[in-house]
């Protein structure tokens, strides 16, 4: 049996692997890692430890004891903040600890968490982004607004869950929606909110192995339902963006279609993502696939998926005091 360490036991991407991990054929051993004793996948694990905030100082410390003791198989990190921490030790720790950690290099951390980046990204590759300005560069945004004209989508650098992305339709509410605010980029409209979708890539070996594109409806900022269907044009350019990015493994890509049918990446992130247990769900577990193909050399084939509605919803659990006080 393996022994699989997952991180982020109270996000929705940690909470989504483990999903993933349960609804696979793997014989696994799970332990979540998360910094609040009351944190559901916790309890949905088979051990649970509690580590500090990543933003702490002793937080390094307290991984590296717990791969010391507990020898995982691999480790999956399922938070965003923990994601540069262990890309900047994944050969250090995998060699030390004898384990695997799915994730892909610094470089490809940073281009993804920062928005503008990213964009700047797929433009040099000819990828099509939406156009996007600094607010303070303003010669840029001249050109944007000239360009692209209105509407315009102001948003954080770095973000996740559209916290802090505002729909602007002329220079008043853009002014309004940049006054007293730092960190923020100014972007092309990239197609109508039925017009989105968000996509997975598995690469290895040089080439992607697999992928996924499901059309999507957000809800604070997280899919609540997703549509999946084969959606062979939009699999071969997220394809094609995967071969520019090279990601060790999975990579998440967000987009939406424009009036004329184009797509226009506006997110990369370098990881499973929200989504990945929806994905299990219509044949793709892109969790089990990659530990398969790390672990036993399993080459990984693109796997039929059903077509059909994914429908998210809230569900409940209850915890005894015993059981916080065992997490803790």
């Known amino acids: 049996m393996m022994k699989i360490v997952v991180t982020g036991a109270g996000a929705v991407l940690g909470q989504g692997i483990i999903k ?23 309890y949905w694990a088979d051990k649970a430890r509690l580590i500090p905030m990543a933003s702490e100082p002793d937080y390094i410390k307290c ?26 030790h994944r050969h250090e720790w995998e060699t030390k600890f004898a384990t695997h950690i799915i994730i892909s290099d610094p470089r490809m951390i940073a281009i993804a968490d920062d928005k503008y980046l990213t964009c700047q990204f797929l433009a040099d590759h000819d ?6 300005a600094l607010p303070e560069n303003d010669e840029e945004l001249a050109h944007l607004i000239e360009t692209a004209g209105f509407p315009l989508i102001v948003k954080p650098r770095v973000g996740a869950r559209s916290v802090g992305v505002s729909l602007v339709h002329n220079p008043a509410q853009l002014a309004d929606a940049l006054k007293g605010r ?45 549509y999946a269907d084969e959606y ?36 990369i992130n370098a990881r499973f993502s929200g989504a990945t247990p929806l994905r299990a769900l219509v044949g793709f577990n892109e969790v089990e696939m990659c530990l398969r193909k790390i672990l036993y050399g399993t080459e990984i084939s693109q796997p039929p998926i059903k077509s059909g509605i994914i429908l998210r919803h809230l569900d409940e659990q ?11």
Request: hydrophobic letters at 40%; aromatic letters at 8%.
């Open 20 to 42: 993933s991990l349960r609804a696979s054929s793997l014989p696994c051993e799970i332990l979540a890692l998360d910094p609040n004793p009351l944190s559901s996948g916790l």
């Open 63 to 88: 991984v590296e004891q717990i791969l010391a003791e507990e020898r995982p198989d691999a480790v999956l990190v399922g938070t965003d903040v923990e994601l540069a921490i262990f890309a900047e």
């Open 127 to 132: 990828l099509d982004p939406p156009l996007s």
């Open 182 to 226: 730092t960190g923020l980029m100014v972007q092309q409209w990239a197609g109508p909110d039925d017009e989105e979708y968000t996509s997975s890539v598995l690469f290895f070996d040089d080439r992607p192995q697999a992928s996924i594109v499901m059309r999507r409806d957000l809800r604070d900022g997280n899919t609540y339902r997703a």
């Open 232 to 267: 062979p044009e939009l699999n071969d350019f997220i394809r094609k963006v995967a071969c520019a990015l090279r990601p060790y493994g999975p990579a998440n890509f967000q987009f939406r279609r424009d009036l004329q049918g184009k797509p226009h990446i506006f997110e």
């Open 318 to 328: 209850f915890v005894s005091r015993e059981q916080v006080a065992l997490a803790g």
